[in-house]
């Protein structure tokens, strides 16, 4: 089993405690004239996002955690599960909710995502930082207005909803930054 | 390797103090008749110390062949070999060196001043690090405190260092919000170390420089135990702005209670799981011919820098920290 010393901690390291995958957020090293010397750890759990702080003797071990980002396409989702595939291997993995969480709302076929892998099954889905979606319902437009400022909800095809400007109809492409959930613009079909 | 990592890290302006430092401190002991030295950062020993790693490197300095060289960790054993052949009073300042110390007050390579005065007590020894630092910092007015170690325990968490159990410093840790200190495996000395760093150091030297002296004897490293009820060790400890600068010894003279030490820090390496490292016979022989009465102590130079620069993290004031050299 592969594990870290405390002098390799570092963040983003991930490491396994109680059981969980955790990555390190911050690492501060700590120690009185003479004497034990401490590592002093924000960890965040991977599975719950909870940060924690922890305490370490210097020189302690800790077992290293089997996760890591790898890029995957979002196939589809038979109502349990969300697929995705590596296009290099076309092996294909499901994820279940937990995993998926909020990024389920932005999902689209095709779509690369980041997936964190632990012991090879997904526990996270980042999707990707700007995704172009179509309004599948919103308030009729407001013809001419392109200036006022005024937004209105619309949902997208993937059931997110998101403000847009008064002027957008149904059937519209656009662009959206995941991150934040703002509408950007108006896309072309690609 | 980004492209910027050719310059210092540190500014124009901790360069030129890190200078005026320097000089300033070259002043201050020429006037008070103390003698610089330089010794070897290469040593055929090591310092044992069961809590600092030694860096080495294997090389054949000597022409009988490649042997295994530790990059010094304090220059205090050539040191008072010094003391021991009739040096008188010496300084020197010097880069030392410690595996896996790293954090915003650690760098592997750090600047030490190290100091002995025959003949000193420790009380002595604490006025004149005041009167340098005061000097060094150019702060005439700086207040300073004096604390013995068991005071300090009492008087904040109300508990005697010399007395209390390995289960009471444990439930005190877990009181006093120390995440996760139920699951450390420490002894009594390791929760010590734990309560001082984590509850008491943050505001040790707030109001100027404070002293902490008078050690158990379990924490003595290379200073004289002197029997009583309770025995301490002399030594203390010196603190400015929530941080340690300084250590200083009523240094241990006895040749065999040295060697005793060593074993046990040895002995302690090797429960650790530690390599072993050699001993410094040649700080033993000069002991057995007799190293005078003196007190010594050790200071920071980087972290006194950070206080009088107001820096939060040593690479500010060091011109090339590990990731730039």
Known sequence: ?190 | MTIHHWRPSASLAALKARGHLLAELRSFFSERGVLEVETPILSAASNLDPAIEPLYLDADLTGAGAQRWYLQTSPEFPMKRLLAAGSGPIYQVCKVFRADERGRRHHPEFTMLEWYRPDFSLEELMDEVAALVCRLVGHPELAMERIGYRDLFLGRMGLDPWRASEHELRSISQARGIADANHLDLDTDGWLDLLLSHCLEPDLGRAGLTFVYDYPPSQAALARVEAGDPPTARRFEVYWQGMELANGFDELRDPQEQRRRFDQDGAARAAHGRPALPMDRHLLAAMETGLPACAGVALGLDRLLMCALDAEHIDAVLAFPAQRA
């Open chain 1, 1 to 190: 089993m592969a594990s870290y010393k405390t002098n390799e901690f570092k963040g983003g390291l991930k490491i396994m405690l109680d059981g969980d995958p955790y990555t390190i957020v911050e690492n501060e090293f700590v120690k009185p004239g003479k004497g034990q010397a401490f590592n002093r750890v924000k960890v965040r759990n991977l599975k719950t996002g909870r940060v924690v702080e922890k305490t370490f003797k210097s020189g302690d071990s800790v077992e290293a955690a089997d996760v890591h980002e790898t890029d995957l396409q979002y196939l589809y989702n038979d109502g349990e599960q969300w697929h995705f595939m590596d296009t290099d291997t076309f092996e294909q993995l499901g994820a279940d909710a937990a995993a998926v969480g909020d990024a389920a709302k932005w999902l689209k076929e095709q779509d690369m995502c980041k997936v964190t892998l632990y012991n090879g099954a997904p526990l996270s889905v980042e999707p990707p930082n700007f995704v172009v979606l179509t309004i599948t319902q919103t308030d009729p437009g407001v013809r001419g207005d392109t200036a006022t400022g005024g937004t209105k909800p619309a949902t997208l095809e993937t059931g997110a909803v998101v403000n847009v400007p008064l002027f957008l109809e149904e059937g519209e492409m656009i662009r959206v930054d995941t991150r934040s959930g703002e509408y950007l613009s108006r896309a072309k079909e690609d």
